[in-house]
């Protein structure tokens, strides 16, 4: 035996098992310092402030020892629902995430940083201190990713929560004036067009994840006043002035019978001959109160109102085309020339009644 052999082996020995434990200490502390000291931000949304963790002014040698003897750390585990679905080093460093989940999140939906007044990530998710592997350890980056991935599957119930500013230049529609005037007929009128108008409207809009679930004018301010449209419509009526302001029924056709006492009876409207499936217009605007088959000897029959209580008959007719309450313009073809009702050929019959009066309608239709 040779007892100075045996010593030195022994300090080789010695020498080289504190040089292997100095070995994986280091590669193990350039691990974990990579981890723990990843930068992080101070800002917080809900504008608390935090400063840096003692975690990492206290860093001293002895915990690092620790994380590479034992290749475990103290962290915080992120919880999903009761789920682990991460795992960071410092609780601040929850911030950080956030505010990245934010970016990605505003430059999805397109809304500028300082816009943004408040920003939430719903659902139940939180920390929970533990100690575990150093090599779990996640970027703020990848935890961000992950939970904004997360955040647009449904399944998770998580939700990003976003309310900002949102500020747009709208037209504003002139409003419409109706001015009745006696300078003009019933019938006429004239459009006095008004100018569009311009404002600065400023909301505030909550998002849903992509949707805009709020969205609240809380400012608007004109940068050009609308003008607004004036239309003066005539209220004279042409018929106490004798003026001839019908549009003529047919498209031609001359005049078989006038209005007045015929054979026995009194004929209240006048006849214009056609050909069956010519067009009937009406004779000025209004609005159609009757349209059907009436046994009274107009056959198929198309009654118009107009302004100042002034009806207009369309008799015999073979087709309509306009219905009950339905609005029309002078000129509209309503219905097609007939042989129905009390009639011996084809041919339009056409009454204008004033206070429900048959009237002579023959002066008073523009020839
Ligand atoms: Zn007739």
Redesign the pocket.
């Known amino acids: 035996m040779d007892k100075k052999g045996d010593s030195i082996r022994l300090v080789e020995k010695f020498t080289v098992s504190i040089f292997i434990i100095i070995l994986v200490v280091n590669i193990n502390l350039i691990k974990a310092n990579a981890k723990i000291n990843e930068p992080f931000s101070n800002m917080n949304l809900n504008n608390k402030t935090y400063t840096i963790s003692n975690r990492i002014s206290n860093n001293n040698i002895i915990d690092n020892l620790l994380v590479a003897l034992t290749g475990k750390v103290n962290g915080y585990e992120l919880v999903l629902e009761d789920r682990v679905v991460g795992y960071t080093s410092l609780e601040n460093n929850m911030n950080n995430i956030k505010d990245l989940v934010l970016q990605k999140y505003i430059n999805e939906i397109n809304i500028r940083q300082d816009a943004v007044l408040s920003f939430e990530i719903e659902g139940d998710i939180k920390l929970k201190e533990d100690r575990f592997d150093v090599s779990l350890l996640q970027t703020n980056k990848e935890l961000s990713d992950y939970i904004y991935d997360l955040s647009k599957e449904d399944k998770n119930n998580i939700k990003l929560s976003l309310k900002c500013i949102d500020e747009e230049i709208v037209k504003v529609q002139p409003s419409t004036t109706i001015i009745p005037t006696e300078d003009m007929y019933l019938g006429e009128s004239k459009v006095e067009y008004g100018e569009v108008g311009l404002k600065n409207q400023v909301r505030e809009v909550t998002y849903k994840n992509k949707e805009i679930t709020e969205s609240n004018i809380i400012r608007e301010e004109i940068i050009k006043k609308e003008v607004g449209k004036k239309i003066y419509r005539g209220t004279k009526n042409p018929y106490d002035y004798g003026m001839a302001f019908l549009k003529s029924p047919t498209r031609g056709g001359y005049m078989t ?1 006038g209005y007045g006492e015929r054979w026995n009876s009194f ?1 209240k ?1 006048i ?1 214009i001959a056609g050909n069956i499936g010519d067009d009937v217009l009406v004779a000025m605007d209004g609005e159609v109160i009757y349209s059907q088959y009436n046994d009274g000897g107009y056959g198929n029959l198309i009654i118009v109102k107009h302004e100042d209580n002034m009806n207009t008959y369309y ?1 015999h007719l073979d087709d309509f085309y306009v219905k009950v309450g339905e609005k029309v313009k002078k000129g509209d073809i309503i219905g097609a020339i007939g042989n129905t009702g009390f009639s011996t050929g084809p041919h339009l ?1 056409f009454e204008l009644r004033v206070d429900d009066e048959p009237v002579d309608p023959t002066n008073y239709i523009v020839q």
């Open positions: 019978s004929h409207g006849d008799g019959h």
